[in-house]
C-alpha cells in the first residue's frame, strides 16, 4: 500500500474530525450570531437613552410670580410650587416662539405649554431655591422636552402616529420642526440619564438611574466587606485546616448545593430573616447586600478552594520544612499563590450579584425610589433601586419611551459588568505567578 | 568524623497508613557530623522513615507513629513537642526542588525571619550570605539576590533549598533524593556540597542510587518492605553484607 494514497480507514478518520471541526466553527458562529443580535438590540434601543431633547431659551424669573414677598427666603419661596413655575415657563415659551416668527396654523398655549416636560418647573425651581438672587433676571435655562417631543426628534414618534395619540399633535410636531430650525430645540447629551433620580409614569424624560446606581453599588460594597472575608476564611480552613471526615465532606456537599439554590429563594429568606425577624428596613441596601451576600459565598468558596487546592503541596512541604507553622506556611505562601484566584472568583460573583434581581423582588428594591440614599453608613438603611430591578422596573411601564431607558439601562449595567470583569481579568494576568 | 556521638535515636518505630503497615520496628542512630544514607527499593518506607524524623508525617491524616525517637535523650513524639520548633532543627530538603516563588534572599531569610533568629538587617544579610556561601550557590547568585529564586536552573534551585533548609542552623539536615530531579553535573555539584556539609550537620539522605550512597556515606541503613534489613558502615554493606537480601539488591537481583 503506498503512503500518498489513503486507505479507507484513514479516510474516514479525517472525515470524522473535519465534521467535528465543522460542528465546532457552528456551535461558534451561532453564539457569536446570538451575541451580535442581543447587542444590536440592546444598543439599537438603548443609546437613545444617553441622548435627551432639551428646549433652551430664557426665562425672565419675574418677582411677582416667583417671590411675592421680595425678600429672597428660600424658606419663604418654597411656599411657590411648580404650578407657579410652570405660568412663567409657559410664558418665557410662547414668548421665545413669538420672538422667533414661529407661526403655526391652530397652534394653542396649551399645545406650546405641553411640549415642556412635566419635570422642566420642577428643575427651574430648584434652581432658583438655590440661588434665590435669580429672581427678577432673565436667565437662559435647558428645559426638558416632553417625552413625546423627544420619541419624535429620536424618530420613535411620527406624524402619523401623533394624528392617533392624545398625548401629542401634529400642530407641535410641526413645532418642534421649527424651534429645531431656529436653535431653541436640541438633543443633548444626557447626563441625567445616569445621576438622577427614577421618574414618575409621566415623565419618562426626566428618569434617571442615579439612585439604581447609588443601591447597587452600596449593596456590591456590603457584599464585598461580608462576602469576601467570610469565603475566604471558611474556604482557608477547609481546605487547610479542617480534618478531612464525614462532617466536613456534607459541609462540602451543601456548599456545592448552595450555588445551585434558585436566587428566588435567597430572596425569600432574605425577607423571612432579614426584614420579618431582624427587622431591617425593606427596599435598603443592607438587606439586598446581606442577600446577595448569602448568594455570592458559595461562588467565593468553590473558587477559593479551586485555587488553594491548585498551589503544589511542595510550596507547603518547603514552608513546614523550614520550621513555619500551618498557618504561617498558608498565609505567608499558600495565601498569596492563591490570590489571583481568589480575586478572580471574588469578582465574578460580585459580577454576578449585580445582576441578580429576583430576590430584591422580593425584599421591596422593587419600590419606586425617588430620593438618593444618604451617604453610608446610614445610607445602607435607606430606601434604594438596584441596576437590574430599576431594567425590570421600567420595562413595565406603559409609555414607552420607558423602553428606551430600560436598553440604556441595559447598556449601563453591561458597561459596569464589562468593567468587573476585565478587572478580574487584568488581576489575573498581573498578579498569576509559576512555579 | 572524628566525633561518634549520636544526633539522634529511633527505637521500635512503627509507623501505619490506616491500616498498611508501612515501617516495622525500625532501630536507627543517626550519627553526628555523619552522612547516613537510606537505601532500598521503591516502597519500602525509607522516605517515610525520613519524614518521621522531623514529624513531617504530621500533615498527613492517616498516618500514625508509635514506638520513640529520641533527639538529645527527648522523644521528639512527647506530646509536649511543637513540631515547628523541631523542624528548626531538623531541616529538610525535598525530592523536586521546592522554592518559594520570592527572591533568591526572601527563600533563605525565610527560616531564620520566622524564628527570630536574627536581630537587624546587616545581621539577616550575614546569616543568607553565609547560607548561600555553604550551600555553594553564594558566587552564581550574589549579584541577582532579589531575582526569583525560581528562575534558577535545577542544580541551583535544589542548592537554593539547602541553603534555605541551613539558614535556620538546624543540627540535622535531611534530604529525601535531593538529587533524583538533577542532571549529572549538578548532582556531582550537591554531592560533594553534602560531604561538606557533613562537617557541620547530621546528614541523612535517602536515595535510588547504590553509587550515591556509596559515594557520599559513612553509614547506610538497608530498608526492604517497611523492615530495617541491614544498618552499618557504608563499606562494610556494599563489600560484605550480611543479609542474604541486602547482598541481592546491592547486586541487582531485586529492586
Not at chain 1, 201 to 213: M, S, Y
Not at chain 1, 253 to 265: E, K
Not at chain 2, 216 to 230: D, I, K, M, P
Request: hydrophobic share 45%; net charge neutral; proline share 5%.
Amino acid at each position: 500500500m503506498s503512503l500518498l494514497a489513503q486507505d479507507t480507514r484513514t479516510k474516514r478518520r479525517n472525515a470524522a474530525e473535519r465534521r467535528f471541526r465543522r460542528y465546532g466553527l457552528t456551535a461558534i458562529g451561532i453564539s457569536l450570531a446570538a451575541l451580535v443580535m442581543l447587542l444590536t438590540s440592546v444598543f439599537s434601543s438603548g443609546l437613545g437613552a444617553f441622548r435627551q431633547t432639551f428646549i433652551h431659551i430664557p426665562i425672565t424669573l419675574t418677582e411677582s410670580a416667583l417671590d411675592k414677598s421680595g425678600t429672597r427666603d428660600p424658606d419663604v419661596m418654597h411656599k411657590v410650587t411648580t404650578i407657579g413655575y410652570a405660568r412663567v415657563i409657559n410664558a418665557a415659551l410662547a414668548q421665545a416662539i413669538a420672538d422667533n416668527g414661529i407661526v403655526i396654523d391652530g397652534l394653542t398655549d396649551d399645545d406650546i405649554a405641553d411640549t415642556i416636560s412635566k419635570e422642566a418647573p420642577a428643575q427651574v425651581r430648584d434652581a432658583v431655591l438655590a440661588n434665590p438672587d435669580l429672581v427678577g433676571q432673565t436667565v437662559s435655562f435647558s428645559i426638558l422636552a416632553n417625552g413625546r417631543v423627544d420619541g419624535y426628534l429620536k424618530g420613535r414618534v411620527s406624524l402619523e402616529s401623533a394624528a392617533i395619540d392624545t398625548k401629542i399633535s401634529t400642530r407641535q410636531l410641526a413645532l418642534a420642526d421649527a424651534m429645531q430650525d431656529k436653535g431653541l430645540m436640541s438633543r443633548d447629551f444626557n447626563w441625567a440619564f445616569i445621576t438622577a433620580a427614577d421618574a414618575s409614569d409621566q415623565r419618562p424624560e426626566a428618569a434617571g438611574l442615579g439612585v439604581a446606581i447609588l443601591g447597587s453599588l452600596y449593596m456590591m460594597l456590603v457584599v464585598l466587606c461580608l462576602a469576601l472575608p467570610l469565603g475566604v476564611a471558611a474556604s482557608i480552613y477547609l481546605e487547610e485546616f479542617a480534618p478531612k471526615n464525614r462532617w466536613t465532606d456534607l459541609i462540602e456537599v451543601n456548599i456545592a448545593n448552595l450555588a445551585a439554590v434558585p436566587s428566588i429563594v435567597f430572596g425569600i429568606l432574605g425577607l423571612a430573616i432579614f426584614i420579618n425577624f431582624a427587622g431591617l428596613p425593606q427596599s435598603a441596601p443592607i438587606v439586598g447586600g446581606l442577600v446577595l451576600t448569602l448568594m455570592t459565598l458559595p461562588t467565593i468558596i468553590i473558587a477559593t478552594r479551586a485555587s488553594l487546592k491548585a498551589v503544589p503541596n511542595s510550596i507547603r512541604d518547603a514552608a513546614l520544612g523550614v520550621g513555619a507553622s500551618k498557618m504561617q506556611a498558608v498565609f505567608h505562601h499558600v495565601l498569596p499563590l492563591a490570590a489571583p484566584g481568589i480575586l478572580t472568583g471574588a469578582i465574578l460573583g460580585l459580577a454576578q450579584a449585580l445582576g441578580e434581581t429576583a430576590p430584591l423582588l422580593l425584599i421591596g428594591m422593587v419600590a419606586f425610589v425617588r430620593e438618593y440614599p444618604g451617604a453610608p453608613p446610614e445610607g445602607f438603611f435607606d430606601p434604594a433601586s438596584a441596576l437590574p430591578v430599576q431594567i425590570y422596573n421600567w420595562t413595565q411601564r406603559a409609555d414607552p419611551a420607558f423602553v428606551e431607558r430600560a436598553s440604556g439601562a441595559i447598556i449601563v449595567l453591561l458597561v459596569f459588568l464589562l468593567v468587573l470583569n476585565a478587572t478580574a481579568i487584568l488581576l489575573r494576568r498581573r498578579f498569576e505567578r509559576r512555579w | 568524623m572524628t566525633t561518634e556521638t549520636t544526633k539522634m535515636t529511633a527505637r521500635s518505630v512503627q509507623v501505619f497508613y490506616g491500616d498498611n503497615h508501612a515501617i516495622k520496628d525500625v532501630d536507627v542512630d543517626i550519627l553526628d557530623n555523619t552522612v547516613t544514607a537510606f537505601i532500598g527499593p521503591s516502597g519500602c518506607g525509607k522516605s517515610t522513615f525520613l519524614r518521621c524524623l522531623n514529624r513531617m508525617n504530621d500533615t498527613i491524616d492517616i498516618c500514625r507513629v508509635q514506638g520513640e525517637i529520641l533527639m538529645q535523650g527527648e522523644n521528639i513524639y512527647d506530646p509536649r513537642v511543637d513540631p515547628v520548633q523541631l523542624r528548626a532543627k531538623v531541616g529538610m530538603v525535598f525530592q523536586k526542588p521546592n522554592p518559594f516563588p520570592k527572591s533568591i534572599y526572601d527563600n533563605v531569610a525565610y527560616g531564620p525571619k520566622i524564628h527570630g533568629l536574627t536581630r537587624s538587617k546587616a545581621e539577616l544579610d550575614e546569616v543568607v550570605e553565609k547560607s548561600l556561601r555553604r550551600a555553594a550557590l553564594w558566587a552564581e547568585v550574589k549579584d541577582r539576590l532579589h531575582a526569583p529564586g525560581t528562575g534558577l536552573s535545577g542544580g541551583q534551585q535544589q542548592r537554593l533549598c539547602i541553603a534555605r533548609a541551613i539558614a535556620t542552623n538546624p543540627e540535622v539536615l535531611l534530604m529525601d533524593e535531593p538529587c533524583s530531579a538533577l542532571d549529572p553535573i549538578a548532582t556531582a555539584q550537591v554531592e560533594e556540597l553534602i560531604d561538606e556539609l557533613r562537617t557541620q550537620f547530621a546528614v541523612v539522605i535517602v536515595t535510588h542510587s547504590m553509587q550515591q550512597a556509596a559515594r557520599v556515606s559513612q553509614r547506610t541503613a538497608f530498608f526492604h518492605l517497611g523492615n530495617l534489613v541491614e544498618y552499618g558502615e557504608t563499606g562494610q554493606i556494599f563489600t560484605t553484607p550480611r543479609d542474604p537480601r541486602t547482598e541481592s539488591y546491592i547486586t541487582g537481583r531485586i529492586g
